[in-house]
């Protein structure tokens, strides 16, 4: 199932794409041909204050949540203990991590009800591993497949399920609040890539909108690498439906259609960054895609929302890049000092995201504050997957490489 060509998305960002082209000649070549001048050049600065408009939408947004969050959000009592769940991680055959996953995991989580969910036979001590059936037939595919064949044939009678990615190393915590869904922060940890871990300081810090998510409202997405749902819940919405984002549709269908409870807890489950830029890359790819597809499950109050942070995140790895031609825009182009400001102001804010990353970890190492002089670059790099999922989607989900050696925050 792919996303239509005339997705709201790809619509809003051809025009921009072409509408920045258009802004582009004006400011090179606009004393060339009487027609740039008298009707390109119109058109050219419309585009770029609608661009920086688009940008200052979304980060007006983000801020809104993020203070709506601070105002409102109170972290959820505790209602359940650890030993009130069953535990699935899913893999595909990542034998190796799996294990240090079980490992870690500590003895008050799901007691005598450890399983893990794979597509290939692997040995793992610790827990009851099960190999999804090759004839097993689903709307789903890939780990919303394993999903669905786990629902359907590893029976639960505890409260909650909490699932699991194969490198989510789960910390001590209280237990489980009184709602539908729990939702655990995640920490990435360092894996070998110092660029692309600096890109996810970036994301983490943008995610301190999650917070807010367990407020009235649809969350706008779901991290399946540590998520807790009631045993009932999940039979009544299953896995059964065909996308690339599984966990995020699965929440968003379990809030618009029974009306379930989310939650986000404070409590955090350290998983690993992509050890390349490739594998980030290829990462944020299949997000933006899996969103993209999936938009319509949302009521139709948050198509312009989700598309507007869409777009802005796939058009990031250009912003740099406009920045730097704001100096050459003419005295003519009407408010264009406040252009000029309001631009370079975004950039400036943007930071905010990557300090509050910084701060989400207890004790990052100081050569991290390198990522600012370079901030730039970490964006576009942070951004490029998204730009690549909007213009080309993959046909099937692809794990993120996982490494076996030693966990370290860095």
């Known amino acids: 199932m792919r996303a239509s060509p005339s997705a709201p998305d790809r619509l809003l960002a051809g025009a921009f794409a072409l509408a920045l082209a258009v802004a582009a000649v004006v400011v090179l070549h606009g004393d060339i041909h009487p027609f740039v001048d008298v009707v390109l050049r119109p ?59 079980v490992d870690a995991l500590p003895a008050d989580v799901a007691p005598g009800d450890r399983h893990v969910i794979a597509e290939a036979p692997i040995d793992v001590d610790g827990a ?32 909650f399920v909490l699932f699991l990615d194969e490198d989510s190393h789960v910390r001590p915590f209280d237990g489980f609040p009184d709602a539908d869904i729990v939702q655990f922060r995640e920490w990435p940890e360092y894996t070998g890539s110092t660029l692309a871990f600096w890109c996810e300081l970036v994301r983490i810090g943008y995610q301190a909108e999650q917070q807010g998510f367990g407020l009235p409202g649809v969350p706008l997405y779901a991290w399946g690498g540590g998520i807790a749902v009631r045993a009932d819940l999940e039979d009544l919405v299953t896995w059964d439906y065909p996308t690339l984002i599984e966990d995020t549709v699965f929440v968003w269908r379990a809030v618009l259609e029974h009306d379930a409870e989310y939650v986000v807890t404070t409590d955090r489950f350290r998983n690993q960054a992509p050890p390349s830029v490739r594998e980030l890359i290829e990462q944020r790819r299949r997000w933006l895609s899996g969103g993209l597809r999936d938009e319509p499950v949302l009521p139709n109050r948050y198509w312009a929302l989700y598309a507007f942070r869409n777009v802005t995140w796939a058009f990031s790895p250009i ?45 990052p190492a100081y050569h991290h504050w390198l990522a600012v002089p370079l901030y730039p670059l970490v964006v576009a ?11 080309d989607e993959p046909d099937t989900f692809r794990a993120t490489e996982k490494t076996t050696r030693e966990r370290d925050p860095d």
């Open 43 to 101: 058109i050219a600065y419309a585009s770029l204050w609608g661009f920086l408009g688009i940008y200052a939408f979304a980060a007006l947004f983000w801020t809104y949540e993020v203070l709506t969050s601070w105002r409102d959000y109170e972290p959820p009592d505790v209602s359940y203990a650890p030993t009130e769940c069953q535990l699935r991680i899913l893999t595909v055959d990542a034998e190796a991590v799996v294990q240090k996953t």
């Open 381 to 391: 790099v942070h951004s490029l997957g998204a730009a690549w999922g909007l213009v």
């Open 319 to 363: 912003t740099p890049f406009l920045l730097l031609t704001v100096g050459y825009l003419p005295g003519s182009m009407p408010g264009v000092g406040l252009y000029r400001v309001l631009s370079w102001g975004l950039l400036v804010y943007a930071l905010v995201w990557f300090v509050r990353g910084w701060r989400y970890y207890d004790d």
């Open 128 to 159: 009851t591993v099960h190999v999804v059936p090759d004839d097993f037939e689903s709307r789903a595919s890939d780990k919303g497949r394993a999903l669905e064949w786990a629902r359907r044939n590893v029976p639960c009678e505890r409260e």
